[in-house]
């Protein structure tokens, strides 16, 4: 059982090494849905392990000595994921900031009306911010 949560903490902790990596050098999204997606697979199986050996062993984790492999692998893991998680927290505030910025922008060239066609060809005239739609898909 050791040996299987090992494999698992190894493995998530360098796909997030990886992603900060990705992160520092500026390269987003870093292959974001296929990471998302081993992380996801990764966390489940982790987290599906550890719901086993606490209904098992409800005290096992006080057990573990800190410089064993299995502790080892656990200090690992909660490095790897309070950088990885301050990363991606700054990454998302960062493009909130350019949303609102282009919001801002796009209110400003527009003004503050917009005009829509309704269903017989009228022309509907409403006040209020700009709406601001990304493509992702390019």
Not at 6 to 12: D, E, K, P
Not at 97 to 108: D, K, Q
Not at 124 to 130: C, E, F, K
């Amino acid at each position: 059982m050791n040996d299987e949560l090992i494999t698992l903490m190894t493995s998530l902790s360098d796909l997030m090494d990886e992603e900060s990596a990705l992160l520092l050098r500026g390269a987003w999204p870093p292959r974001n849905e296929a990471l998302a997606d081993a992380k996801i697979r990764l966390t489940g199986a982790l987290e599906a392990t550890l719901a086993e050996r606490g209904r098992t062993d409800p005290a096992w984790l006080d057990a573990v000595p800190a410089d064993s492999p299995l502790g080892l692998a656990i200090d690992q893991l909660r490095c790897s994921a309070l950088d990885n998680a301050g990363l991606l927290s700054r990454q998302i505030d960062l493009s909130q900031e350019l949303l609102a910025e282009i919001a801002r922008e796009a209110g400003r060239i527009g003004g503050g009306r917009q005009q829509t066609y309704q269903r017989g060809g009228q022309l509907h005239q409403r006040s209020g911010p700009t709406p601001v739609t990304l493509n992702t898909r390019l």
